[in-house]
């Protein structure tokens, strides 16, 4: 457990600096005339070499123009270009986006990717040797080695066509081959097999983070089946129970709550997205309470206090919705006399804060510490796995700045906040 969220400062450290600002000389066309910088005259004054100063600026004209920092920004870009398209897997429609920007950091007429079972992509000149790609990578899959093929192999009847030769590298991920690359060309050269090595390790990095990204939207899945799991038949018997109690003496009061158990089943189990908005979050846990208060009676009390612009806030799916039912269940269920339930959503800046707090019963600071860090055996007592699981897949999606501070101790109650930032990459409904 973390004693309070962390507080991200921002200062900047060293002596003032005196400006640098671009004049014109206002007596002189602009034509031919490049603007000149106002140098303080403190600088001039401290007996700054006229050469050293005319080396400096022409220093600061000249950045980025050499051959070698272009040629570096250009390898930079197009490589930034091929990579999301692969962040997906290798797929044909990801590596058919790519192909162009890996053809053109190789500089080869063309290129051929596949996976282990089939060429997904034929790109460049002399497309009518793609129908012979997939076999000629078929060493490479078996050995997992490179092979450079000749014109004994590769070549066509055609004079006119560049294809010659071919390079082929194989593509892994966690040490297994799962597909390759091949350079086509009109010569194989030692810089250009090292070359296509070297990309097929770039495309190798990539496809390892897409590994990744599947791994975590598995286990994000995972996670939300055992949320699932927890609205366990001790709530739904609860509430049938209930239900039923209503049925003859009050049937319209009976209607309305068994519409209200179809509707927070039908969102905790739905099938789609990995998030959902904080308006949809707080309708499904304003149903679950309702279903509680028509078993508790007056001895549950709920107070809400929403501001309405957090409302469209993208938040993990299942994120609140376990806290609320941890302070019913575990914080109020073994108290004596009325419980209060406080929930509490407001606007901080770029951040949403978020609140859940009961005055029932509270926790052992140390047991909760031992269940958020991990603690298997606690974990399966009561309320562990809800509160961890929440905790884990909010420091997953924004940080560990973003897990939960959780205040309580026995007989005072419980009180869990959070904060979550209204926007980040990769996070929308």
């Not at 005319?54 to 570096?72: F, K, M, Q, Y």
């Not at 997205?273 to 309702?290: H, K, N, P, Q, V």
């Amino acid at each position: 457990m973390r004693d309070g969220r962390s507080r991200r400062v921002s200062a900047s450290v060293g002596t003032p600096k005196a400006s640098l600002r671009p004049i014109r000389d206002e007596g002189v066309g602009s034509g031919g005339v490049e603007p000149v910088l106002a140098v303080p005259l403190l600088l001039v004054l401290a007996g700054v070499p006229a050469v050293v100063l005319w080396r400096v600026l022409r220093g600061r004209r000249e950045l980025g123009t050499s051959p070698a920092e272009l040629a570096t920004f250009e390898t930079l870009h197009t490589a930034s270009l091929a990579g999301p398209p692969l962040r997906a897997g290798l797929t044909a429609a990801g590596v058919m986006k790519a192909s162009r920007h890996l053809r053109a950091l190789l500089g080869s007429p063309a290129i051929a990717i596949t996976s282990g079972e089939e060429l997904l992509v034929y790109d460049g000149a002399g497309d009518h040797h793609a129908g012979g790609a997939f076999a000629n990578a078929a060493g490479t899959l078996r050995d997992g080695r490179t092979h450079v093929l000749g014109p004994d192999t590769v070549a066509c009847e055609r004079p006119e066509c560049p294809i010659k030769y071919a390079i082929v590298v194989p593509l892994t991920t966690d040490d297994r081959v799962v597909g390759s690359l091949a350079a086509y060309g009109d010569h194989a050269s030692a810089g250009l097999v090292r070359a296509t090595g070297e990309v097929a390790r770039w495309v190798d990095s990539q496809l390892a983070l897409a590994e990744l990204d599947r791994s975590r939207t598995l286990l994000m899945e995972a996670e939300v089946r055992a949320l699932r799991a927890q609205i366990s038949p001790h709530f739904i018997y609860n509430s049938l129970t209930t239900i039923a109690s209503f049925v003859r003496t009050d049937p319209e009061r009976a209607r309305e709550l068994l519409l209200d158990f179809a509707d927070f089943t039908r969102y905790s189990f739905r099938r789609h997205g990995e998030f959902t908005t904080l308006a949809e979050e707080l309708r499904s846990i304003d149903r679950y309470l309702t279903l509680e208060r028509a078993r508790f009676g007056d001895q549950l009390r709920v107070s809400l206090r929403i501001a309405p612009e957090v409302l469209p806030v993208a938040v993990p799916f299942l994120c609140l919705q376990p806290l609320v039912e941890n302070a019913v269940r575990h914080g109020l269920e073994g108290k004596d006399g009325v419980g209060r339930i406080t929930i509490i959503a407001e606007d901080a800046g770029a951040e949403c804060a978020i609140s859940v707090e009961d005055d029932g019963v509270g926790m052992d600071p140390e047991r909760l510490r031992a269940i958020l860090s991990g603690d298997a055996e606690e974990r399966s007592g009561t309320g562990g796995v809800g509160l961890a699981n929440v905790d884990e897949r909010l420091r997953q999606v924004y940080g560990d700045e973003y897990g939960l501070v959780v205040e309580t101790a026995r007989g005072a109650g419980t009180k869990i906040s959070v904060h979550l930032p209204k926007y980040r990459p990769g996070v929308s409904v």
